[in-house]
């Protein structure tokens, strides 16, 4: 039998590569959805459970029979150091073997941010565990909340100022998620996985404008504005300030970091920004007549 490894978060960018890549090597994908009825065949998995967060009654069906769980918190949750240790304290009594956790990069310099104290849980569980801190991903401008307003405009709307970014794609991500589930060396162990060229999202821009052919341009925003932005999309108010703070460290420099781990783990460099915008430039052509010079 093909061994199982249970995958949160599957229905979004970096979980529904995870599933593809596990499945490509052979293992068997249990996935979660708060509408299974309608996961398996979206989220590629060879088996999809119900399961909600604000619902504990649904942690433990899912859990039990599982060794394995790659697990994601829901993004921008500011209630993930509440909600996510019950997650984790039903799979150490369910005998869960080894869990890979997806934090966010520099989680471990904020702690008393929730991912922080999500890592600190797992650490302190008794089960073994790798956490995984990857930087922004280069599929927000592709497939992400980002990828709307590019596509019927031309513009990215941000208050990112000339910070730079160390992008990562999700690719790479799913890459390293696999090879940890293969190794026991890497249990206990905390990779910052990142690009190796970090840059402005005015070089953003360019680099999407080169490939697509069309002009887009990064249009520099307010924190006001971002809010707006927010709150039109519907955030509450304590993730949209932590949407706003994540800009702000973007301004401040934090996002620039660049590490080794994703050479390290994969024996090859991470795939850079040009080379992530000359494979997706079909979805930027979208529209381009209404784009703005």
């Given at each position: 039998?093909?061994?199982s ?6 229905s ?7 599933v ?5 090597s ?8 708060r509408?299974p009825?309608r996961?398996v ?10 399961f909600?967060w604000?619902?504990p009654?649904?942690?433990l ?8 769980i790659f ?16 997650f984790l304290?039903h799979?150490?009594?369910?005998g869960?073997?080894?869990i890979?956790?997806s934090s ?6 904020n ?14 569980l ?18 992400g909340w980002?990828?709307?307003?590019i596509?019927?405009?031309g ?14 794609s999700?690719n790479?991500v ?32 360019a ?9 887009v341009n ?6 006001e504005d ?7 999309a ?14 702000q460290?973007v301004?401040e420099?934090y996002?620039?970091?660049?590490y080794p781990?994703?050479?390290e783990?994969l024996?090859?460099?991470?795939i850079g920004f ?8 079909n ?6 007549s209404?784009?703005?010079a």
């Amino acid at each position: 039998m093909r061994e199982s490894i249970l995958v949160t978060g599957a229905s979004g960018k970096l979980g529904r590569e995870v599933v593809r890549q596990l499945r490509a090597s052979g293992y068997y994908t249990r996935v979660v959805s708060r509408n299974p009825e309608r996961g398996v065949s979206e989220l590629l998995g060879d088996e999809c459970l119900h399961f909600d967060w604000d619902k504990p009654e649904s942690y433990l069906p899912v859990i039990e029979g599982a060794t394995r769980i790659f697990l994601t918190a829901r993004p921008l949750d500011t209630n993930a150091a509440e909600v996510v240790p019950i997650f984790l304290d039903h799979c150490n009594d369910a005998g869960v073997q080894h869990i890979v956790f997806s934090s966010a990069l520099g989680a471990d310099h904020n702690h008393m941010g929730p991912l922080s104290l999500v890592e600190s849980h797992l650490m302190n569980l008794g089960v073994a565990w790798t956490i995984l801190r990857p930087n922004f991903f280069m599929e927000n401008f592709s497939q992400g909340w980002l990828a709307p307003s590019i596509k019927s405009e031309g513009l990215i709307n941000l208050s990112a100022g000339s910070g730079r970014t160390s992008f990562i794609s999700v690719n790479d991500v799913a890459a390293v998620v696999t090879k940890v589930f293969s190794d026991p060396t890497h249990h206990g162990k905390a990779y910052n996985l990142t690009g190796d060229d970090p840059m402005s999202h005015t070089a953003v821009a360019a680099a999407l404008t080169k490939a697509s052919g069309r002009p887009v341009n990064y249009h520099e925003i307010s924190d006001e504005d971002l809010r707006d932005m927010g709150r039109r999309a519907g955030l509450p108010g304590g993730q949209l300030e932590y949407f706003v703070r994540l800009f702000q460290m973007v301004r401040e420099g934090y996002s620039a970091r660049v590490y080794p781990d994703v050479k390290e783990l994969l024996g090859r460099g991470p795939i850079g920004f040009n080379e992530f915008a000359k494979a997706n430039a079909n979805i930027w052509k979208v529209n381009s007549s209404s784009a703005r010079a």
